[in-house]
């Protein structure tokens, strides 16, 4: 719905903005900038349906044709600009024909015309500078939000010329109420998903709601399981390893795997259950303590760390997979 009393975390900096909606004291361009899933497009949408709505209140009034058009993603006055040309980055062409002209003409019915660039930080150099004249002088009713995850891609005279906003991750309490109240009505399994999330409201809606993520995390921790029998059969791991090759796209397996370990050695050092995140999988976890040592653990989250640094910098997948699917099977 984009209201302000949606958004999730980061209430001092929401705070603000809203008091600088109240005293009318708006600049004509941010840069809101943080990591994937902190709700940048979210906080700039609702900043773009606030400043559009007919009552002119700090937040969204939900009923005028303004907020009714936005929430039917037809409002006349608010655009998204986004790479055409080249998928990867914002070029110079993308931003004279959808922000630069656009902007020349007038509104067409609402007080501001608002552009949103998302991934303004894959904007070249040449289409930075191109965009640093309507900065500079924007026309009275234009208003820019760029949206980036690292703020350092732009030029020096940009950030000089913008608000810059950061947004920062939520904690985990926070994000395992949210899912509560919107998505799950047992709080055990809010918590499990909020722990997934790691602070990111949007990676939490996303795997809360999506079937995907489910069925991974069922088929990772039975993977696990069976990894953990008494045999010394190697070719086990080096078999699954072709068949995580479904998982090559979408790598939140590795947290599941990581936060089972973890559990795992909480629940060995501790011996309370209470300490134990996934409290779904209670029962195997309790039982795998029985099995395993704790050095075992250690080695076996480093693993998964390890696996997960390599594929951040684009290793072969199946080779990654293999090595650490065989440090998972070692005792
Ligand atoms: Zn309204």
Redesign the pocket.
């Known amino acids: 719905m984009y209201t302000f009393e949606e958004i999730i975390g980061n209430e001092q900096m929401i705070k603000q903005i809203q008091k600088s909606i109240y005293k009318k004291h708006i600049s004509h361009a941010y840069i809101i900038h943080g990591e994937a899933g902190t709700g940048k497009k979210l906080l700039a949408n609702t900043i773009a349906k606030t400043m559009q709505?007919?009552?002119q209140g700090i937040t969204?009034?939900?009923?005028?044709t303004?907020?009714r058009t936005f929430d039917s993603k037809n409002h006349p006055d608010i655009f998204y600009v986004t790479a055409e040309k080249n998928k990867n980055s914002i070029s110079i062409e993308d931003i004279r024909q959808q922000l630069i002209k656009n902007m020349e003409i007038k509104q067409y019915k609402y007080p501001y015309k608002i552009f949103i660039v998302d991934k303004a930080d894959t904007m070249t150099i040449a289409a930075q500078n191109a965009l640093l004249k309507t900065l500079e002088e924007p026309p009275y009713y234009g208003m820019i939000f760029l949206l980036a995850n690292n703020v350092d891609k732009f030029l020096p005279t940009i950030l000089s010329r913008c608000v810059v906003m950061k947004l920062r991750l939520v904690s985990t309490d926070k994000i395992e109420q949210y899912l509560f109240h919107h998505h799950f009505s047992e709080k055990e399994n809010a918590s499990v998903f909020a722990e997934y999330a790691q602070g990111s409201i949007g990676k939490a809606i996303e795997i809360a709601t999506s079937e995907t993520f489910s069925t991974m995390r069922e088929d990772i921790i039975q993977k696990l399981l069976s990894l953990s029998k008494q045999n010394d059969d190697l070719s086990e791991a080096l078999f699954m390893a072709k068949e995580l090759e479904i998982y090559k796209q979408n790598q939140q397996f590795l947290d599941i795997m990581y936060l089972w370990y973890r559990d795992l050695f909480v629940y060995i050092k501790c011996n309370d259950e209470k300490y134990i995140i996934q409290k779904d999988q209670k029962k195997n976890i309790i039982a795998q303590s029985k099995k395993q040592n704790e050095a075992d653990i250690i080695k076996k989250i480093n693993a998964v760390w390890q696996a997960k640094q390599q594929l951040s910098v684009n290793s072969n997948f199946q080779l990654t997979m293999e090595v650490m699917l065989m440090k998972l099977k070692e005792r």
């Open positions: 709505c007919k009552k969204p009034c939900n009923e005028c303004s907020c």
